[in-house]
């Protein structure tokens, strides 16, 4: 299949399940966190590999990714992405100490970063499955701390990638409001190529 | 003065030139030196072996590919290749936390390919700073050859 090729229907359809995931996902990170967020339609990007830096506005900036595998009847990859600042916000958050608090991220912020990562991702993931009736089951998470260039590509890249031309990403953008900070995440869904086949299925529009 | 070479991109150049190139995870920078002309170029590539691919329409996105082009072109603008001498930086495995794939990760057949293709060309490797699990940005000075690499988690390093 080719992924560049794909109709407006197709897209149209991809999109709205993702716009079903990233709901799920939105009301579950709104219950971890305590305040409302909101979601922007989510976007189809179809870029060349060398580009996926792009997905980042700033290449360079210091990012948290965290990366989780998804397995059974589609496989693929999940990104949750924040600037470093945002992420330790939502660590302080979680574990209820003001903003002030040390700035590193030891294995305890590491762990509760996964944590919401793998809440956030489940509630996208299991939307999706119930919608499709497809069996996806996330895999463990794993974090990285570094520029969002690096993060990016290699979290593409990792694993068996398949199609290396081309890169098929659905991005949903989190945005939330605490005080006069405005914060925002951005969650990538990076299904394999045979797997967006078989999501086209599911949907009628193969 | 200052060029950046983006992803799977290649830039040659003469003293006085500073190449630099950002964001190298599992992709590796190869900066080639010809230390008589002061001259040299910047690879940024993103995979072991255009084979991988199906569209190898930008052949600086490939190990093979993209060395022998670099070198061709260093050669075209009068470097001799005994001249040459090669240092390369990157090939993160960034997500080594995750479960083993059936394939070694990217980063490592990165850095194997790199070796490969440059012992087929005769190009020895005089520095590397490879592997690990962080990203990597690089600056080549072209009046010395020295290579500076920066990293978040590591921060300074001269190669």
């Given at each position: 299949?080719?992924?560049?090729?794909?109709e407006?229907?197709?897209?149209?359809?991809?999109?709205?399940?993702?716009?079903?995931?990233?709901?799920?996902?939105?009301?579950?990170?709104?219950?971890?966190?305590?305040?409302?967020?909101?979601?922007?339609?989510?976007?189809?990007?179809?870029?060349?590999?060398?580009?996926?830096?792009?997905?980042?506005?700033?290449?360079k900036?210091?990012?948290?990714?965290?990366?989780?595998?998804?397995?059974?009847?589609?496989?693929?990859?999940?990104?949750?992405?924040?600037?470093?600042?945002?992420?330790?916000?939502?660590?302080?958050?979680?574990?209820?100490?003001?903003?002030?608090?040390?700035?590193?991220?030891?294995?305890?912020?590491?762990s509760?970063?996964?944590?919401?990562?793998?809440?956030?991702?489940?509630?996208?993931?299991?939307?999706?499955?119930?919608?499709?009736?497809?069996?996806?089951?996330?895999?463990?998470?794993a974090?990285?701390?570094?520029?969002?260039?690096?993060?990016?590509?290699?979290?593409?890249?990792?694993?068996?990638?398949?199609?290396?031309?081309?890169?098929?990403?659905?991005k949903?953008?989190?945005?939330?409001?605490?005080?006069?900070?405005?914060?925002?995440?951005?969650?990538?869904?990076?299904?394999?190529?045979?797997?967006?086949?078989?999501?086209?299925?599911?949907?009628?529009?193969? | 003065?200052?060029?950046?070479?983006?992803?799977?991109?290649?830039?040659?150049?003469?003293n006085?030139?500073?190449?630099?190139?950002?964001?190298?995870?599992?992709?590796?920078?190869?900066?080639?030196?010809?230390?008589?002309?002061?001259?040299?170029?910047?690879?940024?590539?993103?995979?072991?072996?255009?084979?991988?691919?199906?569209?190898?329409?930008?052949?600086?996105?490939?190990?093979?590919?993209?060395?022998?082009?670099?070198?061709?072109?260093?050669?075209?603008?009068?470097?001799?290749?005994?001249?040459?001498?090669?240092?390369?930086?990157?090939?993160?495995?960034?997500?080594?936390?995750?479960?083993?794939?059936?394939?070694?990760?990217i980063?490592?057949?990165?850095?194997?390919?790199?070796?490969?293709?440059?012992?087929r060309?005769?190009?020895?490797?005089?520095?590397?700073?490879?592997?690990?699990?962080?990203?990597?940005?690089?600056?080549?000075?072209?009046?010395?050859?020295?290579?500076?690499?920066?990293?978040?988690?590591?921060?300074?390093?001269?190669?």
């Open positions: 299949m080719d992924i560049t090729n794909l407006n229907i197709q897209l149209d359809g991809i999109r709205e399940i993702a716009n079903i995931g990233s709901g799920h996902s939105a009301s579950a990170l709104s219950q971890i966190i305590g305040h409302k967020v909101m979601i922007n339609v989510p976007e189809v990007k179809i870029i060349p590999i060398e580009k996926i830096s792009s997905l980042w506005v700033n290449p900036e210091i990012i948290t990714g965290i990366l989780l595998d998804f397995l059974g009847d589609i496989t693929g990859k999940t990104l949750l992405l924040f600037t470093k600042d945002d992420a330790k916000y939502i660590i302080d958050i979680l574990l209820e100490r003001d903003s002030n608090s040390a700035s590193l991220f030891g294995d305890m912020e590491q509760s970063l996964k944590e919401v990562a793998n809440i956030v991702v489940s509630a996208y993931l299991s939307a999706l499955g119930t919608f499709l009736e497809l069996m996806v089951v996330p895999s463990v998470p974090l990285v701390i570094d520029d969002a260039a690096s993060v990016l590509t290699s979290a593409y890249l990792s694993g068996d990638a398949e199609n290396i031309d081309a890169v098929f990403c659905i949903t953008q989190f945005e939330f409001i605490k005080g006069q900070k405005e914060l925002e995440g951005y969650m990538l869904f990076l299904p394999d190529t045979d797997s967006l086949k078989t999501i086209l299925k599911s949907l009628h529009l193969d | 003065m200052k060029k950046t070479v983006h992803i799977g991109e290649f830039i040659i150049a003469k006085p030139a500073i190449l630099i190139t950002n964001g190298l995870g599992s992709c590796i920078a190869l900066a080639l030196y010809d230390k008589k002309n002061k001259s040299g170029g910047l690879l940024h590539f993103l995979l072991p072996d255009s084979s991988l691919s199906v569209d190898v329409s930008n052949p600086a996105k490939f190990a093979d590919m993209g060395i022998d082009q670099l070198v061709y072109q260093l050669i075209e603008n009068g470097s001799n290749i005994n001249n040459l001498c090669a240092k390369i930086i990157g090939g993160a495995n960034m997500f080594s936390q995750l479960p083993r794939h059936a394939l070694k990760p980063g490592e057949r990165n850095i194997a390919a790199a070796h490969l293709n440059l012992e060309q005769g190009i020895p490797i005089i520095s590397e700073d490879v592997g690990a699990d962080y990203g990597r940005s690089i600056e080549f000075h072209l009046d010395t050859g020295i290579v500076i690499v920066k990293s978040y988690k590591m921060g300074k390093l001269q190669l």
